[in-house]
């Protein structure tokens, strides 16, 4: 009997650019001129944000492609590039040029994806012009918002660093990024986070959805994100951003960052509903996402 397909797949089309194969999902509204630009959070696939693209696609004409590396893509080990920030930016721009040439959009960026969508901008100003505004959720700016632990903090970019080089990370991928070993990884971290009925759904998801990106591009971004900062150039963009709680992050000192980088930021405080690590994709779950404030704005724009 064949598998039955998620809703999103109607809406994805093959992506093949600068010699790295993907995916992309083209989501177009009816009666709707807004385009808005989704990227998502690192390790995650387009599947995993699809409740929220149905939020978004309410407002506009939703993209959102894979990233190399992540979601299934190709790395950038393929091309002999290193997956670093800066390849990410070159990457988005690219496909930014591609996509919607003198279109104007929005852009809707979680986590890593509004990192990457911030560095897009510094390195390709010109860009900026077609941009109608930016939105994080949750994004940050710089390595020093993190509040880990000072030998978590090392450990983890120690061992990342160790595990991004070719023979490591496939002893990484063997050894760690197995549906066992992912499984009591996710119950360790989200025990007391999230409710018990819900523990074994978020572990199953976040186990597959690792599984499917690659280890080594995987290793590398954590190794850099422990030391990287985007505060060096300022962008000419107003910002949305939500602040979505999560446990390894200050947002206070986030959000001294962010207003380094950006002239004009609507700060939006998290909303008690708000998860870091969604359980189910459906339209409402993720509707905790977009405020009613910036769903107006973004209706308007």
Sequence with gaps: MPSRKAPYERYIVSLNMNKL??????????????????????GTDIGFWWGLAKSLHDLGNVTMPDLPGIGGMDSFYKIKKVPDIDAY??????????????????????????????????????????????????GFADHEDYILPKTRYLIYSYLSSVFSRK????????????????????????????????LSALAYRNTRRFIKGDARTLMAVISELTRFSNCDKQLELPLEHVDVPTRYLDWSHNEQHLRVIFPEINYLPPGSKINRYPIKRDKRSAAVYLPNDLKSKIRKA
């Design 21 to 42: 194969e993907g995916r992309m999902l083209n989501y177009p509204a009816k009666n709707r001129t807004n385009n808005i630009l989704l990227i998502g959070d690192l």
């Design 89 to 138: 930016a070159d990457y988005m721009a690219s496909f930014i040029k591609m996509r919607f040439r003198k279109r104007k959009f929005i852009t809707v960026g979680v986590g890593f994806g509004f990192i990457v969508l911030t560095r897009t901008f510094q390195r390709y100003p010109e860009l900026q012009k077609n941009v109608k505004f930016m939105v994080s959720l949750g």
């Design 167 to 198: 023979l490591f990370s496939v002893l990484f991928r063997r050894v760690s990024l197995n549906s066992m070993a992912l499984s009591l990884f996710y119950r360790w971290q989200m025990s007391g986070v999230v409710s018990e009925s819900d």
